[in-house]
């Protein structure tokens, strides 16, 4: 359970430090190089995250059957063989995908993206470096798998910590030295992603165990592992297709500074889901430890656990940025026409997305199972009445709309999910999921940082609105802890320790 704990806190704070990295600099790209550029970044984002479809559940796999074999006896070899396996399918995906992006770059700056101030001659060539950058960072995804499924996520995560560092700095660096351009940004990322590949594949193929012999492609591995990559690979296409459609959409619809004030809300509603992730990527591998070991009583301890945990990490989060997201983006900006244009769709977005990171546990259980049917059908059904709603609501309402449809789409999913899954895994845990990881942390949420915002009676001086904002936040994570079962008794099991030690003294 140490091991646990180390390997949250490392993923909590390699994310918060990413997560930091990119809200410091993102204010700084859009001075250097405009909200169009910036859109442009957004775009590249979008992207990414399409052509990771042909990731096809790889590192989920890889990070399960680290996990998995790390328990087992005599599996070292196998373990090495299969890293080699997958490892030369991931390259060869990656060259695909950077070739693919690099063939579609001139249909995208022509036919696609509403520029007004970049040319498209501009927009080409950033888009022919972009296909170089996501090559070379399709690969890192893999690799990282491979160690938070070895359970080394402090390593992975001064990896992470110092690439996100350079990658941020560096690029303020060159666009202030070098050329305040998006082509010179994305030059640096090749820098950058080059440098991470390397370091995450030399660490991973140390930290494996020493087999027997040198590590070999073997063709026989990939039959073992098929059906879930398959399902993994299925869940991970529909996700995709969720959580990129909107803004493939706005992309086309809206002009380019249009989409570039979307994807700023995106991002920062986006953000919480780096409180999240780690806890995720964390748990994880240890649900498939004890459903591999078939601890019934551990898992559905430390499911209930986990999921107070997270809500906990989200909500006060969430709950506030919703409630006061005018003045949040203001006072990070500096720019009250950007507030004015995006405040909306992050309130709207960042609630759609807490949904989301509040059902990471019970999606983690499934998959530590093995059971991926339910994710595949759940998303499969999302996303065929997600494509014409959003069409429709984005047709009508522009991109308040699309957020809106974000919005609806996890509630229900929330709603239906959940005894779904409960009817075949910890089958009596439903209502207390509900209420105690859930409810309860939700309602102290709402009534601590709503009373603050009704008491607002006016426009404040941003140094008073900063310490107020604090101040609330505060107050909101201080009762929300004390509410929620599992840290309220960490916490008041802490507050005795502190006690004794004085008591002694």
Same mark, same amino acid.
């Given at each position: 359970m140490?091991?646990? *704990? ?8 390699g994310?918060?430090?990413?997560? =930091?990295?990119?809200?410091?600099? =993102? ?9 169009e ?9 979008? /992207?990414?995250?399409?052509?990771g ?10 990070? #399960?059957?680290?996990a998995?074999l790390?328990?087992?006896?005599? *599996?070292?070899q196998?373990?090495?063989?299969l ?31 509403? &520029?007004g101030?970049?040319?498209? *001659? @501009? ?10 950058? =996501? ?8 690799y ?11 390593l ?19 666009l ?56 993994m ?27 570039g004030?979307y994807?700023l &809300?995106s ?16 748990i ?8 591999a070991i ?19 990490? !989200? ?18 900006t ?7 244009? $995006? ?6 977005l960042? $609630?759609? @997305?807490a949904?989301?990171?509040l ?18 059908? *759940?998303?499969?059904?999302?996303? =065929?009445?997600l494509v ?10 522009g &991109? ?23 009817? #075949?895994?910890? #089958? @009596? ?12 942390p ?22 008073i ?6 101040? !609330?936040?505060? /107050? @909101?994570?201080?009762?929300?802890? !004390?509410?929620?079962p ?17 008591? &002694?003294?």
């Open positions: 140490n091991l646990l *704990k180390k390997n949250i806190a490392a993923n909590f704070t994310s918060i430090w990413q997560a =930091i990295m990119g809200l410091v600099f =993102i204010p700084l790209y859009i001075k250097f190089m405009g909200i550029s910036w859109g442009l970044i957004g775009f590249f984002a979008t /992207l990414q995250a399409i052509f479809l042909l990731d096809m559940g790889l590192s989920s796999t890889l990070n #399960r059957e680290m998995r790390s328990v087992l006896p005599g *599996k070292e196998e373990m090495r063989n890293v080699r396996t997958l490892e030369a399918v991931y390259w060869c995906v990656a060259v695909f995908v950077g070739i693919a992006v690099v063939s579609l770059s001139p249909f995208i700056a022509h036919h696609w993206v509403k &520029a101030q970049l040319s498209p *001659k @501009t927009i080409e060539q950033a888009l022919l470096i972009m296909g170089f950058v =996501i090559a070379l960072q399709m690969p890192t995804g893999f990282s798998g491979g160690l938070m499924g070895l359970q080394k996520q402090v992975l995560n001064v990896i992470n910590i110092s690439i996100s560092t350079l990658r941020g700095a560096g690029a303020i660096l060159i202030w030295l070098v050329s305040p351009t998006i082509q010179a940004f994305f030059l640096w990322q090749i820098v950058i992603s080059i440098t991470n590949a390397f370091l995450l594949a030399f660490f991973l193929w140390r930290r494996l165990p020493l087999g027997e012999k040198r590590a070999v492609f073997q063709k026989q591995l990939l039959k073992g592992i098929w059906r879930f990559t398959a399902g690979s299925g869940i991970t296409i529909l996700a995709t297709i969720l959580t990129q459609l909107d803004k493939v959409i706005l992309s086309k619809m809206l002009s380019l500074e249009m989409f004030y994807m &809300a991002m920062v509603a986006m953000s919480i889901g780096r409180l999240f992730i780690p806890v995720f990527y964390s994880y591998p240890r649900f498939t430890q004890l459903v078939n601890d019934q009583d551990g898992l559905k301890q430390l499911y209930h656990k986990s999921c107070q945990f997270m809500s906990v990490l !989200i909500l006060p989060v969430a709950i506030v940025i919703a409630l006061f997201s005018y003045e949040v983006i203001l006072l990070w500096q720019n009250p026409a950007t507030a004015e244009k $995006c405040y909306l769709l992050v309130s709207i960042i $609630c759609g @997305t949904i989301n990171g059902m990471g546990m019970p999606y983690a259980l499934q998959l530590a199972f093995g059971w991926t049917r339910l994710s595949f059908f *759940k998303t499969l059904i999302a996303v =065929i009445l014409p709603l959003i069409i429709y609501m984005t047709t009508h309402y &991109a308040t709309g699309a957020a809106i449809v974000w919005l609806v789409l996890h509630m229900g999913l929330f709603f239906i999910e959940i005894p779904i899954m409960h009817r #075949r895994l910890l #089958r @009596t845990e439903k209502w207390r999921w509900y209420w105690q990881d859930v409810c309860i939700l309602g102290a949420c709402i009534s601590v940082a709503g009373l603050g915002r009704i008491l607002i009676s006016g426009p404040m001086p941003q140094f609105m900063l310490l107020y904002l604090i101040i !609330i936040s505060v /107050l @909101t994570l201080g009762i929300t802890l !004390i509410t929620t599992t840290t309220r008794s960490w916490l008041f099991g802490q507050l005795f320790k502190i006690k004794l030690v004085y008591g &002694a003294k």
